[in-house]
């Protein structure tokens, strides 16, 4: 059985703003090189490392990614949710993380897309940022829009995908299996020995969100999981200490 992969949900988003070059670089700094992030494109369709479609959470301030252009984004401090944080952190393009944080040996890059035009120039833009980095070994794009899991299927987009799943309402094996996924992404909750097993069987990975108690992390990993996406990866570290690579 391949050995537990941790993923920093966010970066460490326990630990430090979400979505920000401090929570990778916090994540990294605990020894995990794996993270899960989340994009919008921007006004002038840049990817915008951020999870909400809206700022207020992240910068209390109102309105929506896609109405302001990259670099107003880029200027915005994104430590709304976690006040206490010293230092401002600004809103990254994925370009800026890409460039920042070399360490890092995957992503998960989680895409919330509607309409199959959108999918097309989501996944237009990933794919140029990632030829441009060199990172197509290292990169799998997620996402629980089956329009964009199937324009990315039926187009022979060259990057692995992996759907995410969070209320199993349909058979979660099948579906990935059906869009072409090598991934797939389960809230934890719906993680059994049994499906599991199919998944196993067909050869994809296995990655459970969001972890962050020792038991349950303990738990998933004596199920069988391939990989753990945490806010807390300090804490999954010092329970696995060899999971980080």
Partial sequence: MPALQIYGHRGARAEAPENTLASFRRAIDAGVTRVELDLHLSADQQ???IHDPTLKRTTGLHGK???HSADYLRRLDARHALPDWVEP???PSLDQLFAACPEIRHYQLEVKSGSTEQARRV??????LVEQFGLQERVTVTSSSRTLLRQAHTSNYPLP????EEYGLLDPVKSALRYGCRMLVLNWTLCSPALLARARQTGLHVSVWTVNEPELMQHLATL???SLITDRPTLAMQLFPDAGS
């Fill in 47 to 49: 990817l915008m490392v």
């Fill in 65 to 67: 990614v896609a109405q």
């Fill in 89 to 91: 952190c600004p809103i």
């Fill in 123 to 128: 996944l237009s833009a990933i794919l140029q």
């Fill in 161 to 164: 995908t992996g759907l995410v």
């Fill in 224 to 226: 069988g999981v391939d």
